[in-house]
């Protein structure tokens, strides 16, 4: 965890993106984390940075935050709790690289179930998703900066229309936590797995699996009702995408090589799949 006490905001977002150039998502977090504080609702490009960023991190972060707190039994609250819950080895430098994280054979017998699983979807993965699309709400049109990705290693720019993409993105993950959430998703994972269970094996076991909860409806609704807003920013995505005048091929998200046709029928789709949202709808392909 760095030191952010007494930095500027330009100094937070510099070593925020410094950080992530390397791919070290949990410190970059940490300094967008404090940009974003700082800003508060100021209005300047950095302000705007501060808070596109600490969204994308935000949400990076749960899938990067897998060590071990070497606290058992203190409830799944980050990833690495749960590979603590499945006995995991907790050496951090094992944790730090997913292809080498393993599992012990047979599992612990007090391993994570999926009614656990499901309350860590909905206690701590919807709760960053919903924080960073908040984050995105309160960037402005004008947002644009220039940064280091670490997959290619390649500088990109990000603006608007990466804002746009993103919150479709988060709206999309947020409804299938939603729509998951409607369902008898429980069951003994290391039972399952320890026995070798076929799927006959394990739903005669399990024959409440994937039926609906006993009120079903409001995880629906808001799974559906989330879908259309996402859908909604995926459209103004590309509609901002491909207005754009300049130079493209940099952008961190763009349209790629789509032709105008394509485009077209993307939008067509987006308008499709709201409709079946709703009633039967004719998909013309």
Do not use: C
Request: no cysteine.
């Amino acid at each position: 965890q760095p030191d952010t006490s007494g930095s500027t905001l330009d100094q937070l977002n510099s070593e925020g993106l410094e950080a992530l150039k390397d791919a070290w998502v949990l410190r970059a977090k940490t300094y967008f984390e404090a940009a974003e504080n700082l800003a508060g609702n100021s209005i300047s490009n950095d302000a705007d940075t501060a808070r596109f960023f600490y969204a994308m991190t935000r949400v990076a972060a749960l899938g990067f935050d897998t060590y071990s707190d070497h606290i058992s039994n203190n409830g799944l609250n980050v990833l690495g709790d749960i590979l603590d819950g499945f006995g995991s080895p907790a050496d951090d430098t094992k944790r730090s690289n997913f292809e080498a994280i393993s599992f012990p054979d047979p599992l612990p017998s007090n391993s994570p179930s999926g009614n656990e699983l499901q309350s860590f979807l909905n206690a701590v993965v919807r709760p960053e998703l919903e924080g960073a699309i908040n984050n995105l709400d309160k960037v402005s049109e004008t947002f644009n900066t220039k940064w280091t990705e670490p997959i290619d290693d390649e500088i990109v720019e990000s603006d608007y229309g990466d804002v746009l993409f993103f919150k479709a993105l988060f709206k999309g993950a947020i409804a299938s936590v939603n729509a998951q959430s409607a369902y008898n998703l429980d069951a003994d994972i290391d039972n399952t797995v320890n026995d070798d269970k076929t799927i006959e094996q394990f739903l005669n076991d399990e024959p409440d699996f994937l039926t609906l909860t006993a009120a079903p409806g409001n995880d629906l609704n808001s799974a559906k009702n989330t879908i259309d807003d996402g859908l909604d920013d995926f459209d103004a995505a590309i509609v901002w995408m491909d207005a754009e005048t300049d130079f493209q091929d940099d952008d961190f998200v763009n349209l790629g090589d789509a032709t105008g046709e394509e485009i077209n029928q993307a939008m067509a789709d987006i308008v499709d799949a709201k409709n079946s949202l709703n009633e039967p709808t004719m998909v013309n392909d």
